[in-house]
T-cell receptor, first 114, second 116 residues
């Protein structure tokens, strides 16, 4: 069965610190997709990134970077030089190739203080 | 419309009442999803439509929950005989269908349901 674990319930940092949000997943499939979504206080989930299981290259987008390691079933998310606007709940999610539904983790609440 | 629209944004009802929550997806998106998010939890899948038909309703908790999408666009989630445990934010999302698990979902702001 699919499962996504985000062990960090809440993280607090001071602006300009780097922070890494952990995500560990379980699946029996060899082909699957991993996602990160951001949920700001307004409540609307915002898509950040999608990776397929065959692409283990790390990705960087501005201050955001993602580290996908199949060997440890992890898909971690790092924010460099965090800003107050990064404060939100971040969700990691998994979908398998034969389904069209996302399985979400419980989320990590990130608070960035000025 | 430009985004996924959900109405009402807030609904307070009494235990035992019937509730309808509406979702207007992004124009042209053939796939529509309903999720439920309880406090402090991640979104939990309820049902997924491809066009007018429910392709996967495995997440509906019981037969008090039902959803329709009669014309392949707007969807309504219907909850009968509401219970206090139904209180949650109900999220709707839509996507261009790919069928390979890679769908990027665009979410609405949600309908917060409170059952007293």
């Amino acid at each position: 069965a699919q499962k996504v674990t985000q062990a960090q319930t809440e993280i607090s940092v001071v602006e300009k610190e780097d922070v890494t949000l952990d995500c560990v997943y379980e699946t029996r499939d060899t082909t699957y997709y991993l996602f990160w979504y951001k949920q700001p206080p307004s409540g609307e989930l915002v898509f950040l990134i999608r990776r397929n299981s065959f692409d283990e290259q790390n990705e960087i987008s501005g201050r955001y970077s993602w580290n996908f390691q199949k060997s440890t079933s992890s898909f971690n998310f790092t924010i460099t030089a965090s800003q107050v606007v990064d404060s939100a709940v971040y969700f990691c999610a998994l979908s398998e190739v034969n389904t069209d539904k996302l399985i979400f983790g419980t989320g990590t609440r990130l608070q960035v203080f000025p | 419309g430009a985004g996924v629209s959900q109405t009402p944004s807030n609904k307070v009802t009494e235990k035992g009442k019937y509730v309808e929550l509406r979702c207007d997806p992004i124009s042209g998106h053939t796939a529509l999803y309903w999720y439920r998010q309880s406090l402090g939890q991640g979104p939990e899948f309820l049902i997924y439509f491809q066009g007018t038909g429910a392709a996967d309703d495995s997440g509906l908790p019981n037969d008090r929950f039902f959803a329709v999408r009669p014309e392949g666009s707007v969807s309504t989630l219907k909850i009968q005989r509401t219970e206090r445990g139904d209180s949650a934010v109900y999220l709707c999302a839509s996507s261009s269908y790919r069928g390979d698990g890679a769908n990027v979902l665009t979410f609405g702001a949600g309908s917060r349901l409170t059952v007293l």
